[in-house]
Structures are given as structure tokens and as C-alpha cells.
């Protein structure tokens, strides 16, 4: 589809980050709208290097707020829906704020929508923990939808509120499914950061469990170009899973981090378990390998790429782990939109 200008809703977390900038190299010319609360997970580092960038546009706001959708949907030919709370040891902590954005969220952005025929697609980022674990073989994108954390319950809810509103409504909204991603500018608190960063600097790796828990990992710039490639070519309706033939148990990625930056495999700590810990996730990508895409990165290579920038980028993270940006963010952030 041709897209002149577009929204991202949560740009300035680990994946609307990687994809702004991923977006930005393929179509020089778009206008960004980059719509983010600013919450603990953000941070506005990521794109640090758009400050002079005239054609991105950062909105801070919520997406539970209808006002700011209907200044900025007028405005944009397509949205990319990212904007969620992920961390799932948080749902498990406090899962009120994951049903509101994630259900409420979803559902002001649907409803808005609803009034703008000039918006073409609603690219809704969904997530492979929808299905729930599987022991053997993998999920497809019509396998029964069985959510076991708060966190993926409400991304469940999002998931088929997106899809009601293309049955119900006729909105044209294309769902995507990601696996577990990693790469750079990730939050600290996700496993391969936080274990990087630990070993970094010879503090324990908390590995719940027996550490026995497989998940399928997909470097994030692969993701970028799934998604980029659901915007050119994926049918409207259709939910697409991302996956990416990395099944890797956590004592495995745990061992390999510890072994690239040379440290004793002591620093491991099996401490106890997540409470109803999925044990695996795994989808089938058939559907979005026959639109033509197919990862790219092999797991031990982007590992080594990711270990390498997460040394490269201390301050970067040193800050987050302090709660820096958080601070800042309640006291004060500009927000402009033209
Ligand atoms: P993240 O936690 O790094 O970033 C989330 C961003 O959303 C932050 O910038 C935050 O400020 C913003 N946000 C949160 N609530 C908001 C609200 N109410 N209004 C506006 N902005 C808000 O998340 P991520 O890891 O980049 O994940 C992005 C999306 O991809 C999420 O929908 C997540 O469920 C999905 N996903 C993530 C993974 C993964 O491995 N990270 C895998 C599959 C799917
Ligand atoms: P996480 O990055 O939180 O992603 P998700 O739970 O959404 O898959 O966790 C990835 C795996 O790592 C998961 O099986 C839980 C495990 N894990 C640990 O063992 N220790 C930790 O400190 C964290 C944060 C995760």
C-alpha cells in the first residue's frame, strides 16, 4: 500500500524503536507520527538520533485517550499498534494497567478508527503467548487461543477485539504474532538483557526454575522487516505468526551469554520458579514465509551482536537500571504535534 504518513503507537519502547528507525530507512520521505506515554518502559534515547528528523513527530499521550486519537488519526494513512505494558513477571505483580491498555487501549484505538475511512490498515501487534505453551509441534494462526499469565490474556482480549473489528465493523486491521524478540535497546528487565547486563557486571543471572523453559527467539530487526512486509502485502483480516526456527532452552542462553563475555558459569542462579510459567512457545510461519520473508539472523550470531552492543551502550542502560528516565518522564516531557 502506498503510505505517505504514518502512526506508531509505543515507538519508544524496544520494538516501535527498532521499527521507527527500520521504517525510516525504507521510506525516506513518510511522515512519523510516534504516539508514546512515556511509561518506565520507554525511553527516548532509542531514537535519539530523529531529533532533527522534520518529518517525525513525537506525541506524548495514551492510547486510552480518545482526544489525541482523533487529532492524529485525520493525519495518518495507516498505524502501527505496539503500545502495550509486556513484562509478564509485572502482570503477575500488578495486572490492572495490562487490561487497561491492553484491552481498553485496543479497543479506544478500534472504536476511534471507526470515524477516519482515510486510515487504510491497522497493523495490530499481537504475540505468539496468545496460544499458550505446547509441548510438541507448533501453533498455527486458526489453533485454539489459550493464555496462561495475565499479560497474555489481555493481549489475547486485544488480539481478537482487532479482529472483531474487521469481522463486525470491516476495519482493515491485519494481526501479527511475534516470538520472543531480542536485539538492541531492549528493556533490562527481559531475560537477555538483564542476564547480559548481570554478567557484565558479576551479578547473578536469576534463572527460574530448572531454566528448562523454551522459547522461539527472533532477532528484532527480522521482526521489523515481517511486519514491514505485513504493511506492503498482508491481507487484511488475516493474523500472521512470526517465528524464527531459534528454539533455545533458557539454561542453554544463559550458559552462551556467560561464555561470550568469559565469565564463570557460577554467576547462574536457579531461583524459584514464575508462577504458572509457560514451558514453551513455538508457532508455525507458514502462512508469513509463503509472503515471502524468512529470518535472517542464526540465534549465535545475533547473541554475540546483541552481548557486543548492550557492552558498547553502559550508559544506555546503566541509566535505565538507575530508573532515570522514568523520573524524568513524570516530571516533564515536550510533546508537539504539527
Ligand atoms: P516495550 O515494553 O519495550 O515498549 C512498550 C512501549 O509502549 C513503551 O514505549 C511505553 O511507553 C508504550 N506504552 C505503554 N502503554 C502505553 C499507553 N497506554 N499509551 C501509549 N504508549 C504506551 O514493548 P516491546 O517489547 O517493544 O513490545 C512492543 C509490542 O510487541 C507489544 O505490543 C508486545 O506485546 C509485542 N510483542 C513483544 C515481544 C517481545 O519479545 N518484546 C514479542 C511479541 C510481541
Ligand atoms: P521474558 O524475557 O520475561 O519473556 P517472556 O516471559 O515474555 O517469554 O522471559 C523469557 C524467559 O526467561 C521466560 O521463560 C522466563 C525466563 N526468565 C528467567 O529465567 N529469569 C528472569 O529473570 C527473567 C526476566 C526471565
Known amino acids: 500500500m502506498n503510505i505517505n504518513s504514518i502512526l506508531i503507537t509505543g515507538g519508544y519502547g524496544f520494538i516501535g524503536s527498532n521499527f521507527i528507525r527500520f521504517l525510516r530507512k525504507k521510506l525516506p520521505d513518510i511522515k512519523i507520527y510516534n504516539l508514546d506515554k512515556l511509561t518506565y518502559a520507554a525511553n527516548i534515547e532509542n531514537l535519539k538520533d530523529f531529533e532533527e528528523d522534520k518529518n517525525y513527530i513525537f506525541v506524548r499521550g495514551d492510547i486510552k485517550d480518545k482526544s489525541i486519537l482523533e487529532i492524529l488519526y485525520p493525519k495518518v494513512d495507516a498505524i502501527?499498534?505496539?503500545?502495550?505494558?509486556?513484562?509478564?513477571?509485572?502482570?503477575?505483580?500488578?495486572?490492572?494497567?495490562f487490561i487497561m491498555t491492553e484491552v481498553y487501549g485496543t479497543f479506544n484505538m478500534l472504536e476511534t478508527m471507526k470515524n477516519f475511512k482515510n486510515i487504510k490498515l491497522f497493523l495490530h501487534i499481537s504475540t505468539d503467548e496468545i496460544y499458550g505453551s505446547i509441548e510438541k509441534g507448533s501453533f498455527k494462526e486458526n489453533s485454539p487461543l489459550n493464555p496462561s499469565s495475565p499479560y497474555s490474556a489481555s493481549k489475547t482480549g486485544a488480539d481478537r477485539l482487532a479482529y472483531s473489528y474487521f469481522k463486525t465493523f470491516?476495519?482493515?486491521v491485519i494481526i501479527a504474532r511475534p516470538s520472543n524478540n531480542y536485539g538492541p535497546y531492549q528493556h533490562v528487565e527481559k531475560f537477555i538483557p538483564l542476564f547480559i547486563t548481570n554478567a557484565l557486571d558479576n551479578k547473578e543471572l536469576p534463572l527460574y526454575g530448572k531454566g528448562e523453559n523454551v522459547r522461539d527467539w527472533l532477532y528484532v530487526i527480522d521482526n521489523?522487516?515481517?511486519?514491514?512486509?505485513?504493511?506492503?502485502?498482508?491481507?487484511?483480516?488475516?493474523?500472521?505468526?512470526?517465528?524464527?526456527?531459534n528454539e533455545v532452552?533458557?539454561?542453554e542462553i544463559a550458559k552462551k551469554i556467560v561464555n561470550i563475555l568469559g565469565k564463570d558459569e557460577s554467576l547462574i542462579k536457579f531461583v524459584e520458579d514464575r508462577k504458572g510459567h509457560d514451558l514453551r512457545y513455538s508457532v508455525d510461519w507458514t502462512k508469513i514465509k509463503k509472503l515471502g520473508w524468512q529470518?535472517?539472523?542464526?540465534?549465535?550470531?545475533?547473541?554475540?551482536?546483541?552481548?557486543?552492543?548492550y557492552k558498547n551502550h553502559r550508559h544506555w542502560w546503566e541509566k535505565v537500571k538507575r530508573g532515570e528516565f522514568s523520573n524524568f518522564y513524570k516530571k516533564y516531557y515536550k510533546s508537539e504535534i504539527q
Open 80 to 97: 502501527v499498534h505496539f503500545a502495550a505494558e509486556t513484562h509478564v513477571d509485572r502482570s503477575i505483580i500488578a495486572p490492572g494497567e
Open 170 to 172: 470491516g476495519l482493515p
Open 224 to 245: 521489523c522487516e515481517a511486519l514491514f512486509l505485513l504493511l506492503e502485502k498482508g491481507k487484511i483480516g488475516e493474523a500472521y505468526n512470526i517465528g524464527a526456527k
Open 249 to 251: 532452552k533458557n539454561i
Open 295 to 309: 529470518p535472517k539472523k542464526s540465534f549465535d550470531e545475533g547473541l554475540k551482536e546483541t552481548v557486543e552492543w
